[in-house]
């Protein structure tokens, strides 16, 4: 059994930065490729960023450039550096990977960006 468990999240100014974690319960899963998401009120989950087990990585157009997406395998977290942040960035923020054909998700972090 695994869990992802997200944390990081807060009330920022606009053009503030926050830095999310996402925490694996299980080091036995620590090396899979995993994501960030986000959902905001109304609207469908949004993906965001994905890094491998190498660490390579891939953005949504939405955020490239501005979110930064890493991982430390020893501590089992993968981060999401979010900086020059814009009101529409206000979302339930999700990180996910799959196991066996099934996706796994956190219970999220939410991430207000408000004056």
């Known amino acids: 059994q695994v869990r992802l468990v997200e944390s990081g999240g807060g009330l920022v100014q606009p053009g503030g930065s926050l830095r999310l974690s996402c925490a694996v319960s299980?080091?036995?899963?620590?090396?899979?490729?995993t994501g960030w998401y986000r959902q905001a009120p109304g609207k469908e989950r949004e993906y965001l960023a994905r890094?491998?087990?190498?660490?390579?990585?891939d953005y949504a157009d939405s955020v490239k450039g501005r979110f930064t997406i890493s991982r430390d395998n020893d501590k089992s977290t993968v981060y999401l550096q979010m900086n020059s942040l814009r009101p529409e960035d206000t979302a339930v923020y999700y990180c996910?990977?799959?196991?066996?054909?099934?996706?796994?998700w956190g219970q999220g972090t939410q991430v207000t960006v408000s004056s």
């Open positions: 890094i491998s087990s190498g660490g390579a990585t």
């Open positions: 996910s990977f799959g196991i066996g054909g099934r996706q796994v």
């Open positions: 299980n080091r036995a899963y620590n090396m899979l490729t």
